[in-house]
């Protein structure tokens, strides 16, 4: 049975989305959804620790069918790291999720929603697991499209959810077909579509007109699926627009694993040697810098909370673009530690607007005026999830932080590093507003009197613990993070 | 300036010609419907571009016919493009089936009409 954990953790949501629409009964959907969930997540971090422990990665053939045939599944130092968050965070937003989906999803629709919900999360965790080009490219779709689905069942709430889930699909859908470009062209070259074949070919066959339009194809394929400033502008509305629990799930995970399939690609596959790597750093470098103070800035104008957070995912997303710009190692090791840090506080935020949104309706500024008193944990979550953010010492975020600025000033980048600490502390505007506007202003007399249920904030405050965990015993995710770094840039020599 | 190379290469000039017009009526067009012909034109080049790179001069269909010296065509790129075919089907389904919904609601299929509703809905919600 634990032979076979790298393909049951993806197949165990795989099949629990079809199960979940022949039971068409939505308890029996979400205690499906949440024991899947649960496995996924078990088998993910014993994946994990058996990797950590031996250092060797874990080769499972599908089918029993070896490399050059059949698709193998490669669990290594870096997706070893990935999956267990994406699976335990999904876990933990099925489980704590369920109160806000009956608040605003049709109650005749809530199995087919966690059907798609479930093919959400085995794309997911699929596209990390596969050591297949073109595997990942139908993961990715996978996941994808049942996420245009999950984004326009907020539709139910608010309109503009269509049109959001509209243009996430005509985007998603060009940034996939430009990385299957890509991926063509890379099998062109090389006659394989294995990651590791093509690792290995890549470097013999040297510097080709078709080589250099692949990287460009799959670099700007996945810079569309990260949301890199200026290719960011379907995340905003797809977030906000959401039902709570799918904006939990998607801020948390779904760039996260975009971010990994571009490093897997780019560092695992072309390598730092491949000629036009330099220009794609430098691209990510910049671009990711812009982004950084594009997604604060705007977020600071923000007055609707889910916006303004999925605002400054794209800033956060902007850090982890410079740390994969910097094409070194520490730098590297510091987009991993970002990727995991983020997606603890960005799920922690999303789950308590989440648990707001259940007594408020939208969350804004104004309608959030006083609630510090009336819902203290769940605002104190989100408190939490602001001050990591921001990179706060004894939050995971300034962990983050301190290791990227750390591999700036090795490579003697003195600007983007100050840059870098400018939009950080920029951030503090937008969550000194939400202060403000929650623990300082009076709750007027004619709004909802909020009672606050667990259902509110356990789900936030298991992952606000982990955020502070990592912030202040942050050896263990540091070292894990090194170790993936390595592994990616050793793959491509 | 010499063209026989791109003669001689024909199935990717008609591909790369196939895959800007998709992506220009994307991004060009405001009706959503065309909007997802668009997209349909440029998935398509990139069938066209694998299959017909799995095409060799002379090979025949990959079915064993114990001559050693018969040649086969790449039947992987082929097997890739079914896969990729039915991804775009669904995406074409779920393109459609909002489409329908956004018809429903704001009564329109044209993306500017839809965003002035937009705009509108909003000016509406923070004046209240």
Do not use: C
């Amino acid at each position: 049975m634990l032979a076979h954990a790298p393909i049951l953790q993806i197949i165990i949501p795989l099949l629990a989305a079809p199960l979940i629409v022949l039971l068409r009964q939505r308890d029996l959907a979400w205690i499906v959804a949440v024991a899947a969930t649960a496995l996924s997540f078990l088998f993910s971090a014993r994946l994990f620790l058996q990797v950590a422990a031996t250092g060797e990665p874990i080769i499972y053939e599908i089918g029993a069918w070896p490399a050059p045939i059949g698709i193998i599944y490669v669990i290594d130092s870096a997706n070893a790291l990935v999956m267990p968050l994406i699976a335990g965070i999904a876990f933990i937003v099925t489980l704590v999720g369920r109160g806000m989906i009956e608040a605003e999803v049709d109650a005749r629709d809530h199995t087919l929603f966690f059907s798609a919900w479930m093919l959400t999360i085995a794309g997911m965790l699929g596209q990390v697991a596969t050591n297949d080009a073109f595997n990942i490219f139908v993961f990715l779709e996978i996941s994808s499209l049942s996420a245009y689905a999950l984004v326009a069942m907020g539709a139910g709430r608010d309109a503009r959810a269509l049109p959001a889930a509209f243009n996430y699909l005509i985007l998603g859908t060009i940034g996939a077909t430009f990385y299957v470009i890509g991926i063509g062209l890379l099998y062109m070259l090389t006659g394989t579509l294995n990651i590791g074949d093509l690792a290995a070919r890549l470097p013999e066959i040297g510097d080709t007109h078709t080589g250099f339009a692949a990287l460009a194809f799959i670099a700007l394929g996945l810079f569309l699926k990260i949301a890199l400033f200026p290719l960011h502008f379907w995340l905003t509305p797809a977030y906000s627009f959401a039902p709570s629990a799918v904006s939990a799930l998607m801020a948390a995970t779904a760039t996260k694993v975009s971010v990994y399939v571009l490093i897997r690609l780019l560092f695992g596959v072309f390598g730092l040697n491949f000629s036009g790597m330099d220009e794609v750093g430098t691209l990510l470098l910049w671009l990711g810098v812009a982004g950084a103070f594009a997604g604060t800035l705007a977020a600071i104008w923000e007055t609707d909370l889910k916006r303004l957070f999925a605002q400054s995912s794209i800033a956060q997303l902007g850090y982890m673009a410079i740390g994969m710009g910097l094409m070194s190692s520490a730098g590297l090791a510091a987009t991993f530690i970002h990727l995991v840090n983020h997606a603890l506080m960005k799920g922690a935020i999303f789950l308590a607007l989440g648990g707001l949104a259940m007594h408020v309706g939208r969350v804004t500024m104004s309608s959030i005026a006083g609630v510090g008193r009336q819902a203290p944990l769940t605002v104190a979550a989100l408190l939490f999830g602001g001050l990591a953010l921001i990179g706060v010492p004894l939050t995971a975020g300034f962990i983050s932080k301190l290791y990227l600025i750390r591999a700036q000033l090795d490579q003697q980048l003195y600007v983007i590093a100050l840059l870098t600490v400018i939009s950080s502390v920029l951030a503090l505007v937008y969550v000194w507003k939400i202060i403000e506007a929650a623990y300082m202003q009076d709750r007027p007399k004619d709004a909802v009197v909020i009672r606050e249920t667990p259902a509110m904030w356990v789900g936030a405050w298991i992952l606000v613990i982990a955020t502070i965990y990592f912030g202040v015993q942050a050896e263990s995710l540091v070292d894990a993070a090194f170790r993936a770094a390595e592994t990616m840039l050793g793959d491509a020599q | 300036m010499n063209l026989s190379p791109l003669l001689a290469q024909w199935n990717y000039v008609l591909v790369i010609g196939l895959m800007m017009i998709g992506f220009y009526t994307v991004i060009a067009r405001g009706n959503l419907i065309k909007k997802m012909v668009g997209l349909n034109i440029f998935q398509t080049s990139v069938f066209m571009l694998y299959i017909s790179m799995g095409k060799i001069k002379g090979g025949t269909a990959p079915i064993l016919t114990g001559d050693a010296t018969t040649v086969y065509s790449n039947p992987l790129p082929h097997v890739l493009i079914l896969t990729a075919i039915v991804v775009g089907v669904a995406t074409t389904a779920v393109g459609y089936a909002l489409i329908i919904r956004i018809r429903e609601t704001y009564g329109t299929i044209e993306e500017d009409e839809i965003i002035s509703a937009i705009n509108a809905q909003d000016g509406h919600q923070d004046a209240s």
